[in-house]
């Protein structure tokens, strides 16, 4: 088991920047795939970036490639998601997970623990 925790929305203005943490606990942190995910209002959940276990590997949603970045700190229990020159399209609420299985890091079922999200608002 792992619980995960998100911090860092908020409101910005477009054009502006936010870092999301993920801080967990529970069972080792490195053993998980980890992945930040997004829901509009209306929408489905759709994915944002994911990261392997060690970090060296990380993957995007064309929508956000070159503007966000995942990183993560093993030794913090945490994973991050930077995003730049954000949009008013970004607004949604993110959330983290965790995948203790190998599959496809934009696979959202192989995701088995969530947070509860954390809200991100990006005015125009």
């Given at each position: 088991?792992?619980?995960?925790?998100?911090?860092?929305?908020?409101?910005?203005?477009?054009?502006?920047?936010?870092?999301?943490?993920?801080?967990?606990?529970?069972?080792?942190?490195?053993?998980?795939?980890?992945?930040?995910?997004?829901?509009?209002?209306?929408?489905?959940?759709?994915?944002?970036?994911?990261?392997?276990?060690?970090?060296?590997?990380?993957?995007?949603?064309?929508?956000?490639?070159?503007?966000f970045t995942i990183s993560r700190d093993n030794a913090k229990r945490t994973v991050y998601l930077?995003?730049?020159?954000?949009?008013?399209?970004?607004?949604?609420?993110?959330?983290?997970?965790?995948?203790?299985?190998?599959?496809?890091?934009?696979?959202?079922?192989?995701?088995?623990?969530?947070?509860?999200?954390?809200?991100?608002?990006?005015?125009?």
């Amino acid at each position: 088991q792992v619980q995960l925790v998100e911090s860092g929305g908020g409101l910005v203005q477009a054009g502006g920047s936010l870092r999301l943490s993920c801080a967990a606990s529970g069972r080792s942190f490195s053993t998980y795939r980890m992945g930040w995910f997004r829901q509009a209002p209306g929408k489905e959940r759709e994915f944002v970036g994911g990261i392997s276990r060690s970090g060296g590997n990380t993957e995007y949603a064309d929508s956000v490639k070159g503007r966000f970045t995942i990183s993560r700190d093993n030794a913090k229990r945490t994973v991050y998601l930077q995003m730049n020159s954000l949009k008013p399209e970004d607004t949604a609420v993110y959330y983290c997970a965790a995948s203790d299985i190998t599959v496809a890091l934009a696979s959202k079922s192989g995701y088995k623990f969530w947070g509860q999200g954390t809200q991100v608002t990006v005015s125009s």
